[in-house]
Every structure is written in structure tokens, then in C-alpha cells.
């Protein structure tokens, strides 16, 4: 029901959006959020849409780098991402939740996209 894409190689400096396609049910009132995991590391927080037109929220390490942006005629949301550094490196992974909980925490998520690769080369 989440088709994530637009992953690829790309070197530092440059940028990638990717995309995140729902389909399936109405994704409308539900929030949706990017996730990342790099090689021997545990899956974080990348950035969330909240659905409540509550302002988009970053990670630290994404923070005026990256930009969460969503079509709601399309039901597809999007991951800008500029400057990218070789610790971006990793699989993304677009994820929605339709309930109350905290929207950093990865247990809270009921939907998955598959994951797409991104690389960062130096």
C-alpha cells in the first residue's frame, strides 16, 4: 500500500527525491513519515508530514537539508534531499500511522513501503 522510490547513487553535495506512493485506502487522515537505515545500524527518524497540517518535523542530522513535502490529489508524499553527505547512505523507508502516538517512535507506524537504497559516495 506504500511504494517507495527515487533512490539511487549520488555524491556528496548532490541531492535525490524520493517518493512515496499510497494506494490501496485513503491515506488522508493519517501521518506519514520517512525512515532511514544504514548497514549495521538501527532504523531512525527522518522527517514526518502530519497529517493535522501541524508543521513538518526533522531529525537533527536532516534539519535544512531535507524537506517533507505531500500531493494530496496524487496521495504521494516526498523527500527532498539536498547537501546529502555519505553518512545519508542508507535504506529509506516511507511508513504511515493512524494513530495518536508519538510521532518520532518507529513502533508506531502500521504501514511499510518496501525501502529504497540511497548512496552517498565521497
Known amino acids: 500500500q506504500l511504494q517507495a522510490s527515487g533512490g539511487g547513487l549520488v555524491q556528496t553535495g548532490g541531492s535525490l527525491r524520493l517518493s512515496c506512493a499510497a494506494s490501496?485506502?485513503?491515506?488522508?487522515?493519517?501521518?506519514v513519515g520517512w525512515f532511514r537505515q544504514a548497514p549495521g545500524k538501527q532504523r531512525e527518524f527522518v522527517a514526518v508530514?502530519?497529517?493535522?497540517?501541524?508543521?513538518?518535523l526533522y531529525a537533527v542530522s536532516v534539519m535544512g537539508r531535507f524537506t517533507i513535502s505531500r500531493d494530496n490529489a496524487k496521495d504521494t508524499w516526498y523527500l527532498q534531499m539536498n547537501s546529502l553527505k555519505p553518512e545519508d547512505t542508507g535504506v529509506y523507508y516511507c511508513?504511515?500511522?493512524?494513530?495518536?502516538?508519538?510521532?518520532?517512535?518507529?513502533?508506531?507506524?502500521?504501514?511499510w513501503g518496501q525501502g529504497t537504497q540511497v548512496t552517498v559516495s565521497s
Open positions: 508530514m502530519p497529517w493535522r497540517g501541524d508543521r513538518p
Open positions: 490501496g485506502r485513503s491515506f488522508r487522515a493519517i501521518d
Open positions: 511508513a504511515a500511522k493512524s494513530n495518536s502516538g508519538n510521532l518520532y517512535q518507529i513502533l508506531n507506524y502500521d504501514y
